[in-house]
T-cell receptor
Framework: NAGVTQTPKFRVLKTGQSMTLLCAQD?????MYWYRQDPGMGLRLIHY???????AKGEVPDGYNVSRLKKQNFLLGLESAAPSQTSVYFC????????????FGEGSRLTVL | RKEVEQDPGPFNVPEGATVAFNCTYS??????FFWYRQDCRKEPKLLMS???SGNEDGRFTAQLNRASQYISLLIRDSKLSDSATYLC???FGGGSNYKLTFGKGTLLTVNP
């Protein structure tokens, strides 16, 4: 059972480079989320989507863009990476917005030099 | 002020001990609460939901106190495998804009 799959799992970027993280879920969930996790900061919501074709800003959206062209995929883009974006990124999905269980991917560890 | 605040920990307890974590929330309109568990360098996974009446799942008991705006997690008879970070989570918002807000987590280490 795949669940939520994130690619890539590891990536090293230079400042100013761009990249896209892909999240795919096979549970037919409406809701998808991108979080970042930093030491001492906990999980912080970057962007989220309540359905195909929709996106919304979370707590820390600056420097990131997202797209949800297909229900099963949620892409997170960094247009011009900065060292402050070094973090572990988690994608999650759920069938319900605020009352349902979140299913997480295994995380993507990004380092920006 | 963050919407969800947790005991910072870390907690170091011997096997068999009982340990309790507390979490406070600032938004009285929050609807639902959860405890998630995160093992080192892994993704968070749902441990249990928290209901107003309190709920128990084996050695784990979760309680919600809406008047004082806190939730708690009690672990009885701790096992080595309980070592992990425990995340308190609250849902905020309404309609299609519910969002889950995570506390920073409390690290538990159970020692032999």
């Amino acid at each position: 059972n795949a669940g939520v799959t994130q690619t890539p799992k590891f990536r090293v970027l230079k400042t100013g480079q761009s990249m896209t993280l892909l999240c795919a879920q096979d549970m037919n969930h409406e809701y998808m989320y991108w979080y970042r996790q930093d030491p001492g900061m906990g999980l912080r919501l970057i962007h989220y989507s309540v359905g195909e074709g929709t996106t919304a800003k979370g707590e820390v959206p600056d420097g990131y863009n997202v797209s949800r062209l297909k229900k099963q995929n949620f892409l997170l883009g960094l247009e011009s990476a900065a060292p402050s974006q070094t973090s572990v990124y988690f994608c999650a999905s759920s069938s319900q917005g605020g009352t349902g269980e979140l299913f997480f991917g295994e995380g993507s560890r990004l380092t920006v030099l | 002020r963050k919407e969800v605040e947790q005991d910072p920990g870390p907690f170091n307890v011997p096997e068999g001990a009982t340990v309790a974590f507390n979490c406070t929330y600032s938004n009285s309109a929050s609807q639902s609460f959860f405890w998630y568990r995160q093992d080192c360098r892994k993704e968070p996974k749902l441990l249990m939901s928290v209901y107003s009446s309190g709920n128990e799942d084996g050695r784990f008991t979760a309680q919600l106190n809406r008047a004082s705006q806190y939730i708690s997690l009690l672990i009885r008879d701790s096992k080595l495998s309980d070592s992990a970070t425990y995340l308190c989570v609250g849902s905020f918002g309404g309609g299609s804009n519910y969002k889950l807000t995570f506390g920073k987590g409390t690290l538990l280490t159970v020692n032999p």
